[in-house]
Protein backbone atom coordinates (compact mmCIF):
# COMPACT_ATOMS: atom_id res chain seq x y z
CA UNK A 1 0.00 0.00 0.00
CA UNK A 2 1.54 3.23 -1.13
CA UNK A 3 1.28 6.04 1.32
CA UNK A 4 1.05 9.40 -0.42
CA UNK A 5 2.19 11.43 2.78
CA UNK A 6 4.74 9.29 4.07
CA UNK A 7 9.07 10.60 3.61
CA UNK A 8 11.21 7.55 3.99
CA UNK A 9 15.24 8.42 3.40
CA UNK A 10 17.48 5.81 4.54
CA UNK A 11 20.87 5.45 5.63
CA UNK A 12 22.41 1.92 5.50
CA UNK A 13 25.70 1.12 7.27
CA UNK A 14 26.97 -2.19 5.37
CA UNK A 15 30.30 -4.07 6.75
CA UNK A 16 32.97 -4.54 3.65
CA UNK A 17 34.52 -7.93 3.59
CA UNK A 18 38.06 -7.67 3.87
CA UNK A 19 40.44 -9.75 5.56
CA UNK A 20 41.19 -6.93 8.02
CA UNK A 21 39.83 -3.81 9.55
CA UNK A 22 40.04 -0.39 8.36
CA UNK A 23 43.19 1.62 10.01
CA UNK A 24 44.92 -1.59 11.24
CA UNK A 25 46.14 -4.88 10.47
CA UNK A 26 43.43 -6.76 13.32
CA UNK A 27 41.44 -9.79 11.33
CA UNK A 28 38.05 -9.23 11.02
CA UNK A 29 36.98 -12.76 11.43
CA UNK A 30 36.19 -12.89 14.70
CA UNK A 31 32.44 -14.31 15.02
CA UNK A 32 33.63 -17.28 16.54
CA UNK A 33 36.60 -16.67 19.25
CA UNK A 34 36.17 -14.43 22.52
CA UNK A 35 35.48 -11.38 23.01
CA UNK A 36 38.41 -8.52 23.05
CA UNK A 37 41.00 -10.87 21.16
CA UNK A 38 40.97 -9.06 17.63
CA UNK A 39 41.98 -5.71 19.60
CA UNK A 40 45.23 -3.59 19.19
CA UNK A 41 46.12 -0.34 20.11
CA UNK A 42 45.04 1.21 17.09
CA UNK A 43 41.49 0.02 17.22
CA UNK A 44 40.97 0.47 20.55
CA UNK A 45 42.52 3.78 19.72
CA UNK A 46 44.95 4.22 22.90
CA UNK A 47 47.57 7.21 23.27
CA UNK A 48 49.97 7.20 20.44
CA UNK A 49 48.89 4.68 18.46
CA UNK A 50 48.64 5.58 14.43
CA UNK A 51 45.50 4.59 11.99
CA UNK A 52 46.63 3.70 8.80
CA UNK A 53 43.80 3.28 5.84
CA UNK A 54 43.36 -0.18 4.57
CA UNK A 55 43.97 0.27 0.63
CA UNK A 56 41.58 -2.74 -0.12
CA UNK A 57 38.61 -0.93 2.23
CA UNK A 58 38.63 2.22 -0.30
CA UNK A 59 38.72 0.27 -3.07
CA UNK A 60 35.41 -2.36 -2.25
CA UNK A 61 33.97 0.88 -1.53
CA UNK A 62 34.74 2.48 -5.25
CA UNK A 63 32.83 -0.70 -6.61
CA UNK A 64 29.84 0.43 -4.88
CA UNK A 65 30.12 3.45 -5.32
CA UNK A 66 30.54 2.43 -9.34
CA UNK A 67 27.79 0.13 -9.15
CA UNK A 68 25.53 2.63 -7.82
CA UNK A 69 26.18 5.38 -10.27
CA UNK A 70 27.59 7.49 -7.95
CA UNK A 71 30.09 10.57 -8.67
CA UNK A 72 33.56 9.62 -7.06
CA UNK A 73 34.98 12.84 -5.02
CA UNK A 74 38.32 14.12 -6.22
CA UNK A 75 39.69 14.13 -3.05
CA UNK A 76 38.26 12.59 0.19
CA UNK A 77 39.28 13.02 3.96
CA UNK A 78 38.40 11.26 7.36
CA UNK A 79 36.57 13.07 10.14
CA UNK A 80 36.31 12.49 14.12
CA UNK A 81 33.00 12.05 15.35
CA UNK A 82 32.50 13.23 18.88
CA UNK A 83 30.18 11.50 20.89
CA UNK A 84 29.77 9.41 23.90
CA UNK A 85 28.46 6.40 23.81
CA UNK A 86 29.52 2.95 25.88
CA UNK A 87 31.11 0.89 23.23
CA UNK A 88 32.47 3.55 21.35
CA UNK A 89 35.86 3.47 22.94
CA UNK A 90 37.77 6.77 21.39
CA UNK A 91 34.37 9.18 22.21
CA UNK A 92 35.25 9.91 18.62
CA UNK A 93 34.28 7.79 15.20
CA UNK A 94 36.54 8.09 12.63
CA UNK A 95 34.49 8.70 9.67
CA UNK A 96 34.00 10.86 6.67
CA UNK A 97 31.78 14.60 6.53
CA UNK A 98 31.96 17.26 4.26
CA UNK A 99 34.21 15.33 1.74
CA UNK A 100 32.75 11.87 1.08
CA UNK A 101 34.09 9.63 -1.18
CA UNK A 102 31.34 9.56 -3.59
CA UNK A 103 28.22 11.34 -4.17
CA UNK A 104 24.79 11.47 -5.89
CA UNK A 105 24.21 8.01 -7.54
CA UNK A 106 21.13 6.16 -7.89
CA UNK A 107 19.77 2.49 -7.50
CA UNK A 108 16.10 0.94 -9.58
CA UNK A 109 13.59 -0.70 -7.70
CA UNK A 110 10.54 -1.99 -9.07
CA UNK A 111 7.98 0.32 -7.71
CA UNK A 112 3.75 -0.14 -7.47
CA UNK A 113 3.99 1.54 -10.94
CA UNK A 114 6.80 0.31 -12.50
CA UNK A 115 10.47 0.80 -12.16
CA UNK A 116 12.11 4.16 -11.08
CA UNK A 117 15.22 5.56 -9.01
CA UNK A 118 15.60 6.04 -5.30
CA UNK A 119 18.76 8.87 -5.21
CA UNK A 120 21.63 7.60 -3.32
CA UNK A 121 22.98 11.12 -1.52
CA UNK A 122 26.29 10.02 -0.74
CA UNK A 123 28.74 6.95 0.18
CA UNK A 124 31.18 7.47 3.11
CA UNK A 125 33.73 5.40 4.84
CA UNK A 126 33.51 5.11 8.32
CA UNK A 127 34.59 2.52 11.40
CA UNK A 128 32.40 0.35 13.43
CA UNK A 129 32.24 0.79 17.05
CA UNK A 130 32.31 -1.91 19.39
CA UNK A 131 29.54 -3.97 20.60
CA UNK A 132 27.10 -3.70 23.66
CA UNK A 133 26.07 -6.81 25.04
CA UNK A 134 23.29 -6.23 27.27
CA UNK A 135 22.10 -8.72 30.22
CA UNK A 136 18.42 -9.12 29.65
CA UNK A 137 16.83 -6.08 27.12
CA UNK A 138 18.23 -2.80 26.13
CA UNK A 139 15.65 -1.43 29.08
CA UNK A 140 15.65 -3.86 31.30
CA UNK A 141 18.75 -5.53 31.53
CA UNK A 142 20.52 -5.42 34.71
CA UNK A 143 24.17 -4.55 32.70
CA UNK A 144 26.26 -4.34 29.66
CA UNK A 145 29.04 -6.02 28.54
CA UNK A 146 31.60 -4.40 25.82
CA UNK A 147 33.44 -6.49 23.33
CA UNK A 148 35.73 -4.87 20.87
CA UNK A 149 36.10 -6.97 18.47
CA UNK A 150 33.94 -5.06 16.19
CA UNK A 151 35.78 -1.79 17.05
CA UNK A 152 37.43 -0.93 13.55
CA UNK A 153 35.30 -3.06 10.97
CA UNK A 154 35.14 -1.17 7.97
CA UNK A 155 31.64 0.43 6.98
CA UNK A 156 30.45 2.06 4.10
CA UNK A 157 27.11 4.02 4.92
CA UNK A 158 24.81 4.63 1.53
CA UNK A 159 22.36 7.01 2.16
CA UNK A 160 19.06 8.02 0.48
CA UNK A 161 17.50 10.89 -0.31
CA UNK A 162 13.99 10.97 1.41
CA UNK A 163 12.45 9.07 -1.95
CA UNK A 164 10.78 6.16 -0.64
CA UNK A 165 6.88 6.05 -0.02
CA UNK A 166 6.15 3.21 2.12
CA UNK A 167 7.70 0.17 3.91
CA UNK A 168 7.22 -1.97 1.09
CA UNK A 169 9.37 0.41 -0.82
CA UNK A 170 11.91 0.49 1.84
CA UNK A 171 12.13 -3.71 1.53
CA UNK A 172 12.57 -3.39 -2.24
CA UNK A 173 15.34 -1.19 -2.01
CA UNK A 174 17.48 -2.88 0.35
CA UNK A 175 16.96 -6.32 -1.25
CA UNK A 176 18.48 -5.03 -4.68
CA UNK A 177 21.04 -2.93 -2.28
CA UNK A 178 21.81 -6.58 -0.75
CA UNK A 179 21.49 -7.90 -3.90
CA UNK A 180 24.30 -5.72 -6.02
CA UNK A 181 26.86 -6.06 -2.88
CA UNK A 182 26.94 -9.56 -2.93
CA UNK A 183 27.50 -9.71 -6.64
CA UNK A 184 30.10 -7.44 -6.17
CA UNK A 185 31.79 -9.61 -3.66
CA UNK A 186 32.49 -7.03 -0.98
CA UNK A 187 29.68 -8.10 1.37
CA UNK A 188 28.58 -11.34 3.15
CA UNK A 189 24.94 -10.58 4.33
CA UNK A 190 24.87 -14.05 6.25
CA UNK A 191 27.15 -12.22 8.91
CA UNK A 192 25.65 -11.53 12.15
CA UNK A 193 25.14 -7.26 11.81
CA UNK A 194 26.68 -7.32 8.30
CA UNK A 195 23.84 -4.69 7.30
CA UNK A 196 22.21 -2.42 10.12
CA UNK A 197 19.70 0.59 8.64
CA UNK A 198 18.81 4.02 10.47
CA UNK A 199 15.23 4.62 8.80
CA UNK A 200 14.03 8.53 8.85
CA UNK A 201 10.23 8.81 8.85
CA UNK A 202 7.95 11.77 8.64
CA UNK A 203 4.41 12.70 7.52
CA UNK A 204 4.10 15.37 5.00
CA UNK A 205 4.23 18.57 6.92
CA UNK A 206 5.11 16.92 10.41
CA UNK A 207 8.47 16.44 12.42
CA UNK A 208 11.28 13.48 11.45
CA UNK A 209 11.72 10.68 13.67
CA UNK A 210 14.86 8.04 13.01
CA UNK A 211 14.34 4.94 14.40
CA UNK A 212 18.10 3.18 14.82
CA UNK A 213 20.13 0.27 14.16
CA UNK A 214 17.71 -1.86 12.96
CA UNK A 215 19.60 -5.13 11.95
CA UNK A 216 16.86 -7.08 9.67
CA UNK A 217 15.05 -6.57 6.53
CA UNK A 218 11.44 -7.54 7.79
CA UNK A 219 13.08 -5.53 10.86
CA UNK A 220 12.75 -2.36 9.05
CA UNK A 221 9.47 -2.55 7.32
CA UNK A 222 7.74 -3.66 10.35
CA UNK A 223 9.50 -0.36 12.12
CA UNK A 224 8.34 1.50 9.12
CA UNK A 225 5.14 0.39 9.09
CA UNK A 226 4.74 1.08 13.37
CA UNK A 227 6.18 4.37 12.94
CA UNK A 228 3.54 5.61 9.98
CA UNK A 229 0.53 4.30 12.20
CA UNK A 230 1.93 5.82 15.46
CA UNK A 231 2.21 9.17 14.04
CA UNK A 232 -0.38 9.19 12.31
CA UNK A 233 -2.53 8.33 16.05
CA UNK A 234 -0.17 11.23 17.47
CA UNK A 235 -1.36 13.86 14.70
CA UNK A 236 -4.88 12.60 14.61
CA UNK A 237 -4.84 13.29 18.81
CA UNK A 238 -3.81 16.97 17.78
CA UNK A 239 -0.36 16.53 19.10
CA UNK A 240 3.28 17.37 17.65
CA UNK A 241 5.35 14.51 16.57
CA UNK A 242 8.22 14.90 18.46
CA UNK A 243 11.66 15.22 16.58
CA UNK A 244 13.51 12.47 18.23
CA UNK A 245 15.20 9.42 17.57
CA UNK A 246 13.80 5.64 18.50
CA UNK A 247 14.93 1.74 19.28
CA UNK A 248 12.91 -0.53 17.54
CA UNK A 249 12.30 -3.67 19.31
CA UNK A 250 11.74 -6.53 16.95
CA UNK A 251 10.19 -9.00 19.27
CA UNK A 252 7.24 -6.79 20.09
CA UNK A 253 7.08 -5.30 16.63
CA UNK A 254 7.19 -1.36 18.16
CA UNK A 255 9.52 1.29 18.28
CA UNK A 256 10.48 3.47 21.89
CA UNK A 257 12.05 6.65 22.54
CA UNK A 258 15.44 6.64 23.18
CA UNK A 259 16.37 10.58 23.07
CA UNK A 260 16.20 13.37 21.57
CA UNK A 261 17.53 13.91 17.77
CA UNK A 262 20.72 15.32 17.81
CA UNK A 263 21.74 17.96 15.21
CA UNK A 264 25.25 17.62 12.98
CA UNK A 265 26.32 20.20 15.83
CA UNK A 266 26.34 18.10 18.74
CA UNK A 267 28.91 15.79 17.04
CA UNK A 268 31.75 18.63 16.86
CA UNK A 269 33.18 16.63 13.45
CA UNK A 270 37.01 18.35 13.14
CA UNK A 271 39.00 16.59 10.60
CA UNK A 272 41.25 13.84 11.34
CA UNK A 273 44.47 14.90 12.39
CA UNK A 274 46.24 11.06 11.96
CA UNK A 275 45.31 10.87 8.36
CA UNK A 276 46.25 12.88 5.42
CA UNK A 277 43.42 13.67 2.81
CA UNK A 278 43.01 10.97 -0.25
CA UNK A 279 42.92 11.43 -3.81
CA UNK A 280 41.25 8.33 -5.11
CA UNK A 281 39.39 9.67 -8.06
CA UNK A 282 41.49 8.33 -10.51
CA UNK A 283 40.75 4.82 -9.84
CA UNK A 284 37.47 4.51 -11.01
CA UNK A 285 38.40 4.06 -14.63
CA UNK A 286 40.54 1.02 -13.59
CA UNK A 287 37.55 -0.63 -11.36
CA UNK A 288 36.24 -3.50 -13.41
CA UNK A 289 32.55 -4.33 -12.61
CA UNK A 290 31.02 -7.53 -12.48
CA UNK A 291 27.55 -8.86 -14.32
CA UNK A 292 25.03 -6.95 -11.70
CA UNK A 293 21.19 -8.15 -10.83
CA UNK A 294 19.56 -5.73 -13.39
CA UNK A 295 22.09 -7.10 -16.63
CA UNK A 296 21.55 -10.98 -15.53
CA UNK A 297 17.88 -10.27 -15.37
CA UNK A 298 17.73 -9.56 -18.85
CA UNK A 299 20.43 -12.07 -19.58
CA UNK A 300 17.80 -14.87 -18.32
CA UNK A 301 15.24 -13.37 -20.14
CA UNK A 302 17.12 -13.95 -23.54
CA UNK A 303 19.37 -16.47 -22.81
CA UNK A 304 16.70 -18.98 -21.00
CA UNK A 305 13.69 -17.67 -21.87
CA UNK A 306 12.81 -16.84 -18.01
CA UNK A 307 9.81 -14.67 -17.90
CA UNK A 308 10.32 -11.15 -16.64
CA UNK A 309 8.77 -11.69 -12.84
CA UNK A 310 11.25 -15.58 -12.82
CA UNK A 311 13.73 -13.66 -13.78
CA UNK A 312 13.87 -10.69 -11.17
CA UNK A 313 13.18 -13.54 -8.38
CA UNK A 314 16.05 -15.44 -9.70
CA UNK A 315 18.67 -13.14 -9.73
CA UNK A 316 17.68 -11.45 -6.56
CA UNK A 317 20.90 -12.66 -4.94
CA UNK A 318 23.99 -13.96 -6.29
CA UNK A 319 23.94 -17.92 -4.84
CA UNK A 320 20.53 -18.30 -6.24
CA UNK A 321 21.31 -16.93 -9.52
CA UNK A 322 24.28 -18.98 -9.85
CA UNK A 323 22.51 -22.09 -8.57
CA UNK A 324 19.85 -21.78 -11.43
CA UNK A 325 22.42 -21.16 -13.96
CA UNK A 326 23.77 -24.78 -12.37
CA UNK A 327 20.70 -26.24 -12.87
CA UNK A 328 19.10 -24.80 -16.04
CA UNK A 329 21.18 -27.16 -18.50
CA UNK A 330 18.48 -29.81 -18.12
CA UNK A 331 15.68 -27.48 -18.98
CA UNK A 332 15.83 -23.70 -18.35
CA UNK A 333 11.55 -23.00 -18.39
CA UNK A 334 11.20 -26.43 -15.75
CA UNK A 335 13.92 -25.11 -13.57
CA UNK A 336 12.87 -21.45 -13.47
CA UNK A 337 9.35 -22.52 -12.51
CA UNK A 338 10.76 -25.00 -9.59
CA UNK A 339 13.14 -23.07 -8.59
CA UNK A 340 11.34 -19.93 -7.84
CA UNK A 341 7.74 -21.09 -7.91
CA UNK A 342 8.57 -24.44 -5.34
CA UNK A 343 11.80 -24.69 -4.02
CA UNK A 344 12.03 -20.72 -2.43
CA UNK A 345 8.88 -21.51 -0.89
CA UNK A 346 9.72 -24.68 0.82
CA UNK A 347 13.49 -23.07 1.58
CA UNK A 348 11.65 -20.17 3.38
CA UNK A 349 9.08 -22.41 5.70
CA UNK A 350 12.27 -23.88 6.75
CA UNK A 351 14.42 -21.07 6.98
CA UNK A 352 16.70 -22.14 4.84
CA UNK A 353 18.93 -20.77 2.61
CA UNK A 354 19.69 -21.84 -1.23
CA UNK A 355 23.21 -23.57 0.05
CA UNK A 356 21.27 -26.31 1.37
CA UNK A 357 19.88 -27.33 -2.01
CA UNK A 358 22.23 -30.04 -3.72
CA UNK A 359 22.22 -29.02 -7.26
CA UNK A 360 22.81 -32.30 -8.86
CA UNK A 361 19.23 -33.83 -6.19
CA UNK A 362 18.01 -31.03 -8.22
CA UNK A 363 18.61 -31.56 -11.63
CA UNK A 364 17.36 -35.12 -11.05
CA UNK A 365 13.85 -33.89 -9.66
CA UNK A 366 13.63 -31.85 -12.47
CA UNK A 367 14.71 -34.77 -15.07
CA UNK A 368 11.74 -36.99 -13.42
CA UNK A 369 9.50 -34.22 -14.44
CA UNK A 370 10.39 -33.61 -17.48
CA UNK A 371 10.03 -37.18 -18.64
CA UNK A 372 6.56 -37.26 -17.56
CA UNK A 373 7.78 -39.71 -14.92
CA UNK A 374 6.07 -37.99 -11.66
CA UNK A 375 3.39 -35.36 -11.40
CA UNK A 376 4.00 -31.81 -9.97
CA UNK A 377 2.36 -33.15 -7.03
CA UNK A 378 4.52 -36.34 -6.21
CA UNK A 379 7.56 -33.52 -6.84
CA UNK A 380 6.93 -31.30 -4.24
CA UNK A 381 6.20 -33.95 -2.59
CA UNK A 382 10.15 -35.42 -3.45
CA UNK A 383 11.35 -31.82 -2.46
CA UNK A 384 9.96 -31.89 0.92
CA UNK A 385 11.19 -35.09 1.30
CA UNK A 386 14.44 -33.68 0.83
CA UNK A 387 14.87 -30.71 2.76
CA UNK A 388 13.19 -32.47 5.76
CA UNK A 389 16.09 -35.05 5.09
CA UNK A 390 18.14 -32.23 5.26
CA UNK A 391 16.62 -30.90 8.56
CA UNK A 392 16.88 -33.54 10.55
CA UNK A 393 20.87 -33.77 10.05
CA UNK A 394 20.42 -37.01 7.60
CA UNK A 395 22.07 -37.24 4.11
CA UNK A 396 18.97 -36.95 0.94
CA UNK A 397 18.26 -39.26 -1.22
CA UNK A 398 18.25 -38.76 -4.94
CA UNK A 399 14.56 -38.33 -6.17
CA UNK A 400 15.26 -41.53 -8.12
CA UNK A 401 15.21 -42.92 -5.24
CA UNK A 402 12.63 -41.36 -3.35
CA UNK A 403 9.98 -42.65 -6.18
CA UNK A 404 11.14 -45.90 -5.58
CA UNK A 405 10.65 -46.18 -2.18
CA UNK A 406 7.58 -44.29 -2.09
CA UNK A 407 5.80 -45.60 -4.81
CA UNK A 408 5.69 -42.21 -6.74
CA UNK A 409 5.98 -42.62 -10.27
CA UNK A 410 2.98 -41.69 -12.56
CA UNK A 411 0.16 -44.01 -12.63
CA UNK A 412 -1.96 -44.59 -15.42
CA UNK A 413 -3.81 -47.32 -18.16
CA UNK A 414 -5.82 -49.83 -16.20
CA UNK A 415 -4.99 -48.84 -12.51
CA UNK A 416 -5.92 -45.80 -13.01
CA UNK A 417 -9.00 -46.60 -15.21
CA UNK A 418 -10.12 -48.86 -12.29
CA UNK A 419 -9.73 -46.08 -9.79
CA UNK A 420 -12.26 -43.91 -11.65
CA UNK A 421 -14.74 -46.45 -11.25
CA UNK A 422 -14.32 -47.35 -7.74
CA UNK A 423 -14.75 -43.38 -7.27
CA UNK A 424 -17.97 -42.86 -9.28
CA UNK A 425 -19.62 -45.90 -7.47
CA UNK A 426 -18.76 -44.51 -3.81
CA UNK A 427 -19.93 -41.13 -4.90
CA UNK A 428 -23.38 -41.09 -5.86
CA UNK A 429 -24.39 -37.90 -4.59
CA UNK A 430 -21.67 -36.00 -6.66
CA UNK A 431 -22.24 -38.22 -9.83
CA UNK A 432 -25.87 -37.37 -9.77
CA UNK A 433 -24.53 -33.15 -9.26
CA UNK A 434 -22.72 -33.94 -11.99
CA UNK A 435 -25.20 -35.48 -14.10
CA UNK A 436 -27.70 -32.29 -13.21
CA UNK A 437 -24.96 -29.73 -14.87
CA UNK A 438 -23.26 -29.04 -11.74
CA UNK A 439 -19.48 -28.26 -12.94
CA UNK A 440 -18.02 -28.32 -9.43
CA UNK A 441 -18.91 -31.91 -8.94
CA UNK A 442 -16.35 -33.15 -11.25
CA UNK A 443 -13.71 -31.08 -9.73
CA UNK A 444 -14.43 -33.19 -7.01
CA UNK A 445 -14.15 -36.74 -8.34
CA UNK A 446 -11.15 -35.81 -9.85
CA UNK A 447 -9.90 -34.86 -6.50
CA UNK A 448 -10.92 -38.27 -4.97
CA UNK A 449 -8.93 -40.18 -7.16
CA UNK A 450 -6.17 -38.25 -6.80
CA UNK A 451 -6.58 -39.22 -3.26
CA UNK A 452 -6.57 -42.42 -3.96
CA UNK A 453 -3.80 -42.82 -6.37
CA UNK A 454 -1.63 -40.49 -3.91
CA UNK A 455 -1.40 -37.40 -6.40
CA UNK A 456 0.76 -40.07 -9.57
CA UNK A 457 -1.80 -38.74 -11.89
CA UNK A 458 -2.36 -36.31 -14.02
CA UNK A 459 -5.42 -34.18 -12.93
CA UNK A 460 -5.67 -33.17 -17.17
CA UNK A 461 -6.27 -36.60 -18.17
CA UNK A 462 -8.27 -37.64 -15.20
CA UNK A 463 -10.47 -35.05 -16.02
CA UNK A 464 -11.24 -36.59 -19.62
CA UNK A 465 -11.06 -40.13 -17.97
CA UNK A 466 -14.26 -39.40 -15.61
CA UNK A 467 -16.02 -37.63 -18.27
CA UNK A 468 -15.90 -39.84 -20.46
CA UNK A 469 -17.17 -42.76 -17.50
CA UNK A 470 -19.53 -40.13 -16.56
CA UNK A 471 -21.36 -39.57 -20.14
CA UNK A 472 -21.30 -43.76 -20.69
CA UNK A 473 -23.46 -43.64 -17.61
CA UNK A 474 -25.97 -41.05 -18.95
CA UNK A 475 -25.85 -42.65 -22.63
CA UNK A 476 -23.96 -39.84 -24.15
CA UNK A 477 -21.42 -41.01 -26.44
Known amino acids: MEHEDVIIGLE ?19 RDDEPNTHTC ?9 MPVVNKKVIEFAMRVAKALNCTVLKECDFSRKNYFYPDLNKAYQITQYDRPLAEWGKLMIEGEDGERDIRITRIHVEEDPGRSVHMGTTDRGKYTLIDYNRAGIPLIEIVTEPDLRSPKEARRFLNKLRATLEYLNVFDSEKEGSLRVDANISLKGSGRVEVKNISSYKGVEKALTFEITRQRNVIRRGQVVARETRHFLEA ?3 TTSSR ?31 ELPDARRERFMQQYGCSLEHARTLTGGLKLAEFYEGVAKTDAGLAATWTADYLLGELNYRDFSIDVMPPAHFIDLITLLKSDTITDKSGVEILRTILDQIKAGEKPEMPTKIVARLGLAKTGGDEISTMV ?15 AGKG ?17 ADPGHLNVLLREELDKLQGVE
Open 12 to 30: IHCQLNTKSKLFCGCSTDF
Open 41 to 49: PVCLGLPGS
Open 252 to 254: RGV
Open 260 to 290: SKEEENDYRYFPEPDLMPMQVSDWVDGIKLP
Open 421 to 435: REVIAENPQPVADYH
Open 440 to 456: PALNFLVGQVMKKCRGR
